[in-house]
């Protein structure tokens, strides 16, 4: 065999290998985060349910909003419904809680939590959805996401509750930068 298609054939081993590694770490709760909204690193995924302050990892609904945010180039494509990636946040209420986003940020149960307030434009100058104070009581079986990791995250400011059934599991970080 010539010396062109050793390379190739080792570029293909060497590719198929890569490819069952990320099958093998995606079925075992292995996720890496290289977003913004969440710490970048390796996560690993437990069977836990959702509390207040864990970050969480879910298949965001395969609807006209994140369909759009995709299109929009702030979710990238993946495995959930839709071709949408898996969205990893901070659960920050829950069934009972009352929830507040207004101009100065996102409130739960009175507390204005830190770095949330709602952006009128992505960082491209687009406007994003009409910022409209909202008050709601989360509904059993929803949760609300919000990450004041990065100003630039598209959390529940912007799409509202999610439902805890979409969540795949809570997410603690295994090796992960600031």
């Known amino acids: 065999m010539n010396r062109s298609r050793k390379t190739a054939a080792a570029v293909v081993v060497l590719a198929a290998f890569g490819v069952?590694?990320?099958v093998a770490a995606e079925r075992a709760g292995w996720r890496w985060n290289s977003t913004e909204s969440a710490p970048v690193g390796l996560w690993q995924?437990?069977?836990?349910a959702p509390a207040v302050g864990a970050w969480v990892s879910f298949c965001p609904p395969d609807?006209?909003?994140f369909q759009g945010?995709?299109?929009?180039?702030?979710?990238?494509?993946g495995p959930c419904p839709?071709?949408?990636q898996r969205l990893l946040k901070p659960v920050v209420a829950m069934a009972g809680d009352v929830v507040t986003v207004a101009d100065d940020g996102v409130t739960v149960n009175g507390a204005?939590?830190?770095d949330t307030e709602p952006h009128t434009q992505d960082s491209r100058g687009r406007p994003l959805?009409?910022?409209v104070v909202v008050q709601a009581v989360v509904e059993p079986g929803d949760l609300w996401v919000v990450s004041n990791h990065s100003p630039l995250s598209v959390d529940s400011r912007y799409f509202g509750p999610i439902r805890a059934g979409s969540v795949e599991g809570t997410a603690v970080p295994v090796w992960v930068g600031r």
């Open 20 to 22: 069952a590694a990320t």
């Open 45 to 48: 995924l437990v069977r836990r």
């Open 63 to 65: 609807d006209r909003t």
């Open 69 to 77: 945010f995709k299109a929009r180039g702030y979710i990238h494509g």
């Open 82 to 84: 839709g071709g949408l």
């Open 112 to 114: 204005l939590l830190p």
């Open 129 to 131: 959805v009409p910022r």
